[in-house]
């Protein structure tokens, strides 16, 4: 191809300034990975110093474990250090975990980032172009945490699982209540509470209200009448039989998320100084700073900046530009499990009265929008504590206020045990 030049009056231009435009080398040994459900589709691309033309070799393996193997080796023979594959659902965790246990730097990228270009795409051009991505950096690889943390994520989602059908089954309970007139969410805040159970297996087992209200707790004596009334709708058998193995299921999904919050308790130990520093911000507590933590990982050192972290999460504002119009504003999916959490802390931190995320969710315009934005600030936040190792501390709290109120008392009696409040006062200093 002939030399190109610019134009000679572009040439005369003095303020045009040209530079070479070259891609450099980053790996000479990498490979491309397109993976399918029940097979892969490897490419090695060899480009070593003093090369001419770059060498490639494109294989076809099982996604079986025996073929995984077979891939990881057939990379190592000749001698890659990196390999890149496409974020496919959950088929590139296998063969991912097999590259890695083999020693190979793993590349995880967005589908959409290192997208093939139309009629040009099979298994074996996806291949080649994923290892050129690698060999060259033509894109910004995906986060992923390491083995523990990736091991703790799927703990922390089949939690959050269990936690929807739980919730599923007290909505079934309620209408199941409902239907046959039996308004017991009217009389009770929860009917799944120690009361509330009570009440529904003294129904199932077949007790009248006189024999069940005497077994309830103290603090709803001042809703008994109101109980007798709503429990003279006698449920048919069909509802007893449905209340019978709905109460069932629940308890069976409280003792699996209890056991699951004991597991990932015990996983996180090493960490909880981390989760105490989570545990200090206004609407986390104790099972939301677990999620978090175990979303982000060990170390948030991994963004380089609050602001890579919420576009990562999917809370921070979309970027769509054209001809100097923003076009939307929409957030990103990010990361679904994060940006969930994110919100339902957001919801409690705006209903905590003195605080900054308060007001700043008050005055964020329209509820889901400041909900969102209100997410944001909290991300950053957290970001800024686990990243310099500080606890929270909002602006809009008076913490000496705060500790003279809580310890005032004490300090006052102990004065007037020692006699300093007794004592007349000094006189003034004579002034010069």
């Known amino acids: 191809m002939p030399h190109c030049s610019p134009a000679p009056a572009a040439a005369a231009d003095a303020q045009d300034a040209f530079s070479p435009d070259t891609l450099d080398v980053l790996r000479p040994r990498v490979a491309g990975i397109d993976v399918h459900k029940m097979q892969v589709t490897a490419t090695v691309r060899l480009c070593d110093p003093g090369c001419r033309q770059p060498q490639c070799a494109t294989r076809e393996f099982s996604a079986l474990p025996g073929g995984l193997r077979a891939m990881a080796g057939w990379a190592l023979s000749h001698g890659v250090t990196a390999a890149a594959m496409e974020g496919t659902g959950i088929f590139w965790k296998a063969p991912y975990e097999a590259l890695e246990n083999a020693g190979i730097e793993v590349e995880l990228f967005h589908a959409q980032h290192v997208r093939q270009i139309k009629g040009r795409k099979t298994d074996r051009n996806d291949s080649i172009w994923l290892a050129r991505v690698c060999q060259y950096g033509l894109a910004t690889p995906s986060y992923v945490p390491p083995q523990p943390f990736r091991d703790l994520r799927r703990t922390s989602h089949c939690r959050r699982t269990l936690t929807g059908d739980r919730s599923r089954v007290r909505n079934r309970i309620h209408k199941a209540l409902d239907h046959c007139g039996l308004r017991l969410g009217g009389a ?245």
């Open 188 to 432: 009770l805040s929860d009917i799944l509470g120690l009361n509330g159970r009570r009440i529904l297996k003294g129904l199932v087992a077949g007790r009248t209200a006189a024999e069940i209200l005497p077994t309830l707790s103290g603090h709803v004596r001042g809703k008994l009448e109101l109980l007798e009334r709503v429990l003279e709708a006698r449920p048919d058998s069909y509802t007893l039989w449905r209340l019978s193995d709905l109460l069932q299921r629940f308890e069976e999904l409280d003792r699996s998320i209890a056991d699951t919050d004991e597991l990932l308790s015990l996983s996180l130990a090493p960490w909880e100084d981390q989760l105490r520093l989570l545990e200090t911000v206004p609407g986390i507590d104790r099972g939301s700073a677990c999620a978090i933590l175990i979303e982000l990982g060990p170390e948030v050192g991994a963004f380089p900046s609050a602001k890579h972290l919420a576009a990562w999460a999917g809370v921070a504002p979309g970027n769509h530009k054209s001809a100097g119009k923003r076009l939307s504003r929409r957030t990103r999916k990010g990361n679904p499990a994060l940006k969930t959490t994110l919100v339902e802390c957001a919801l409690g931190a705006a209903r905590t009265h003195c605080t900054q995320f308060h007001s700043y969710h008050k005055a964020g315009g329209r509820y889901k929008q400041a909900t969102m934005a209100t997410a944001h600030k909290m991300l950053r936040i957290i970001y800024a504590m686990l990243r310099d190792g500080r606890p929270y501390q909002d602006s809009e709290v008076d913490y000496e206020r705060l500790l003279v109120q809580r310890n005032a008392p004490r300090w006052l009696r102990k004065l007037k045990q020692y006699g300093f409040l007794d004592q007349p006062a000094a006189p003034a200093a004579a002034v010069a």
